[in-house]
């Protein structure tokens, strides 16, 4: 193997190697005497042998990052690997100056994978410019003395990086150049994989990393039957998994697949996949078909027709010739069933029956995918969320266009590293826990109700220009999100403990509640500030922009710093959109009471009608409004009907309910030996009432003349439209709970009736 051979581990000494690197710290001997020294230098004791201590330091990151990759390489199987961190490659020739240290180098029976490897210790900003064109003079050197060592493999050098946010400049260099990148996110995504299908996730790595690529020597030709299925042409054939899954793709709703939106698949789950190797293992099958899409990568999928055919039938039989491409065949149902093959002993001696499309784009895939899992397991409504905001995203219809916009911002501000609501959102199928509690129905709802977006009528006519919308989703995405970012991060960096708390310890600021409610906030300052001639969005630095809202924000800031128990339970227990809702103007009217210039429309119509201002006079009339009702319809129901009033007076319904509520209260008085007594009519409502005044006759001989209001004698509907106010009235009186606060609209309702039916003299 040359100069380098013993700088490489295979066989046995990998699979120890393994072990070392995959751990956390490092271990060592040392002399007793010693111990106190090493400690003071960071070291922990371990264990305490016969004539030594074995103490253990933590990794540093960058250390722990490289074993973390290389030990990812390590557990899919690849065969050949550096031995520790020190590996020198030649990649001009020999001499001085022509070498270049490899962080990680992976070989296997096909492939040949660089690595190098960049980790921050806090999260930033990366800028890989220089790196980038130093890798790039390099790589082509390094791809043949592997080649060299190693000849007929394909070669792949990946940037690997931890805690930097790449830029959209570098992404596309790195395209340009052909160097595939890795952040944490897609290292995780691999290292779950392997969990599950141990070095089986090895062909979902190949094909990530050599999409399109030839594998040599695959016998691609199997019998198959040509056919049309809903203006499609599909192909029904029988495969032996082992040949389908060097083909095979699974887009999984992962980091790692974000440049092949949209994805659509969750992710595999190893107890599932046990369970399918033993039923296989144990003699089972499944007769059911794999759907598939045989992605061609632009070429004519070749099908040899066979002789004879059945005449007249309009499908047709012959060989099947498969792209012998990696990634050429997306798993759109039966993912566990393939891949519970994978480590079965029938992996290459039974076949399972697969239906593959040709050439489906991505947006149909998922659009088929949801079909298919429609009546099986539940797509939840947050992974159709996450599967809309690439489904929707190049809709003809822009309102759907812009649907798909607010969800891909509220999944951004979940996993983009840089966000301070990163892992706080509930994306796909991702567990709710006391920190990641946000919906994403939540953020689109709250992008929706704001101005930032434009609004379109039929034929994708602009009905009112969106504030921040550039008329491209991934221009007003550019601009939008990093406002957002920057105003959230304003309330991170201010109220650090209370934005970790989440859901938990009585957390009140990154729960759906304020979430929903901020976000409004965001849209009331900027709408504020367009009309101060101060700002313009599609113009200006999105950065400026959130400098401009802060001044507005900070009184946020002091109410949350300040809050009482009381106000911190009003945001947590408000729920439904109304919950949400009334949050929003809470905030609104914390600012502002310190900012005199800020007054957003309606807001001053809900502190009257959420402040309780009206609550006492409103309620010292529902209380003379029953009283005086349930007294003059005891007198006129008396008058008519005798001794025999409550019976012939009042609906049977009305009568059984009143009397059981009667004994019910009465005996539960008796029971706490509480001295009272209630009849029947003390148990009547006044929504009973309305019934009781429509009830046969009484309407036009007891109640007409005097429970019509005068502004509703003419009002269509008869006795039931003209009782409806009774209606109303009970629905008022029944909301007398300690956070209810009566509307001024309410309010003026309840004085109309009063002054009417009672006049001045007991207002007065």
């Avoid at 005497?33 to 003071?40: A, G, I, P, V």
């Avoid at 962080?103 to 492939?111: F, I, P, R, W, Y």
């Avoid at 949209?262 to 595999?268: F, G, K, L, V």
């Avoid at 309620?619 to 009702?629: A, P, R, S, T």
């Amino acid at each position: 193997m040359g100069v380098i051979e013993h700088k490489l581990v295979t066989g046995n000494e990998l699979v120890a190697l393994k072990r070392k690197r995959s751990q956390s710290f490092v271990f060592e001997k040392f002399e007793t005497e010693l111990r106190e020294k090493r400690e003071s230098e960071g070291w922990l004791l371990d264990k305490i042998l016969k004539n030594s201590v074995r103490m253990k330091k933590k990794k540093p990151l960058d250390e722990l990052f490289e074993d973390e990759v290389w030990t990812l390489f390590a557990s899919l199987g690849f065969t050949h690997m550096n031995r520790d961190r020190h590996l020198e490659m030649q990649y001009t020739g020999s001499g001085i100056g022509t070498t270049k240290q490899i962080d990680v180098l992976a070989v296997d029976e096909e492939t040949i994978i660089f690595v190098e490897c960049k980790c921050s210790n806090i999260g930033k900003r990366g800028d890989f410019k220089k790196e980038l064109e130093s890798i790039n003079g390099i790589k082509d050197g390094l791809f043949s003395e592997a080649k060299r060592l190693f000849p007929n493999r394909k070669t792949k050098y990946i940037l690997a990086t931890k805690n930097y946010e790449v830029s959209e400049n570098d992404k596309s260099r790195m395209k340009e150049l052909k160097i595939h990148h890795f952040d944490e996110y897609a290292i995780k995504y691999f290292y779950e994989l392997t969990k599950h299908l141990g070095e089986c996730a090895r062909f979902q790595l190949l094909g990530n990393l050599f999409e399109g690529q030839k594998i040599n020597g695959m016998d691609n030709r199997i019998p198959a039957i040509e056919g049309k299925m809903g203006g499609y042409t599909y192909y029904s054939f029988s495969i032996e998994p082992e040949k389908l899954l060097k083909v095979a793709y699974v887009l999984h709703r992962n980091e790692a697949n974000n440049d092949m939106m949209p994805t659509y698949q969750r992710i595999i789950k190893k107890s599932r996949l046990r369970e399918i190797q033993k039923f296989v293992d144990g003699g089972g099958f499944f007769p059911n078909s794999l759907i598939i899409s045989i992605d061609t990568n632009g070429k004519k999928l070749r099908f040899d027709i066979a002789t004879p055919q059945a005449e007249k039938s309009i499908s047709r039989i012959g060989i099947l010739h498969l792209p012998q491409l990696y990634r050429s065949a997306y798993i759109i149902d039966g993912q566990h069933r393939l891949y519970g093959y994978a480590n079965s002993k029938y992996a290459n001696t039974n076949s399972i029956p697969v239906v593959a499309f040709v050439n489906l784009d991505k947006t149909k895939q998922v659009e088929l995918f949801m079909e298919i899992n429609e009546n099986q397991k539940s797509v939840s409504k947050n992974l159709q969320n996450t599967l809309n905001a690439d489904l929707l995203w190049s809709s003809e219809d822009w309102n759907k266009s812009r649907k798909a916009l607010r969800l891909h911002i509220a999944q951004k501000l979940g996993e983009s590293t840089t966000s301070p609501l990163f892992e706080r959102i509930i994306i796909g199928e991702n567990e709710v826990s006391p920190t990641r509690c946000i919906t994403i129905d939540t953020i689109e709802k709250s992008l929706k109700s704001t101005d930032f977006f434009s609004r379109y009528s039929k034929g994708n006519i602009i009905e009112e220009n969106g504030t921040f919308d550039k008329g491209k989703n991934e221009a007003t995405s550019k601009i939008l999100f990093p406002f957002i970012t920057e105003c959230f991060n304003y309330f991170r960096e201010n109220l650090p403990e209370e934005w970790e708390k989440g859901d938990k310890d009585q957390g009140i600021l990154t729960i759906n509640n304020s979430i929903y409610g901020l976000i409004k906030i965001f849209n009331d300052i900027v709408n504020h500030l367009i009309e101060l001639n101060k700002i313009n969005p599609t113009m200006d630095d999105p950065y400026k922009i959130s400098q401009e809202v802060h001044y507005y924000l900070a009184p946020l800031i002091n109410f949350f710093s300040e809050i009482s128990d009381d106000e911190r339970k009003e945001i947590r227990t408000n729920y439904g959109s109304g919950g949400k809702t009334k949050v929003w103007r809470i905030f609104q009217k914390v600012i502002s009471e310190s900012r005199k210039d800020f007054n957003p429309p309606g807001l001053e119509q809900w502190i009257r009608d959420n402040t309780k201002q009206y609550n006492v006079a409103s309620f010292e009339m529902i209380h003379d409004l029953e009283n005086f009702i349930k007294e003059d319809f005891s007198n006129k129901l008396k008058k008519k009907y005798g001794e025999k009033w409550l019976t012939s007076g009042l609906p049977p319904k009305v009568y059984r309910q009143a009397n059981n509520a009667m004994g019910t209260q009465n005996y539960n008085n008796s029971l706490n030996n509480i001295n009272k007594t209630v009849s029947i009519w003390d148990c009547v409502t006044i929504a009973n009432c309305k019934d009781i005044a429509t009830f046969g006759a009484n309407w036009t001989e007891l109640f007409e003349s005097s429970y019509t209001r005068p502004e509703e004698k003419k009002l269509p509907g008869g006795k039931v439209a003209k009782t409806e106010w009774l209606t109303k009235l009970n629905v008022i009186s029944s909301n007398n709970n300690s956070n209810y606060s009566v509307s001024e609209e309410d309010y003026l309702f309840l004085k109309s009736i009063h002054d009417w039916l009672i006049g001045n003299k007991v207002l007065n």
